[in-house]
Nanobody, 121 residues
């Protein structure tokens, strides 16, 4: 059974940092491109970032470029999202998902419970 478990969210002040983790089971992260997706209150899903199989290439939505960094530890079967210089508009539930690198689409077949990130003073 494919499972994704996100963690690391919390309440942080504007300008602060958080590191999210996504622990995968039931499949090998090393064989997949992976992504982070978020959903702000009252809004739809927004793709945030992606990392290629092997981790040599990354992509980011414009609003997080230069502030967020996606990485992976294939030995731990875990995906990470380092978020710096956080802004109130980054407030959302963050999910990890498999990603189709060529089609630039995240897969919604398996979702974890997400982790809440709240940026507020």
């Amino acid at each position: 059974e494919v499972q994704l478990v996100e963690s690391g969210g919390g309440l942080v002040q504007p300008g602060g940092s958080l590191r999210l983790s996504c622990a995968a089971s039931g499949f090998s992260v090393s064989s997949n491109a992976m992504s982070w997706v978020r959903q702000a209150p009252g809004k739809g899903l927004e793709w945030v970032s992606a990392i290629s199989t092997g981790g040599l290439r990354t992509r980011y939505t414009d609003s997080v470029k230069g502030r967020f960094t996606t990485s992976r530890d294939d030995a731990q079967n875990t995906l990470y999202l380092q978020m710096n210089s956080l802004k109130p508009e980054d407030t959302a539930v963050y999910y990890c998902a498999k990603y189709n690198w060529d089609l630039r689409l995240f897969e919604r077949s398996s979702w974890g419970q997400g982790t809440q990130v709240t940026v507020s003073s």
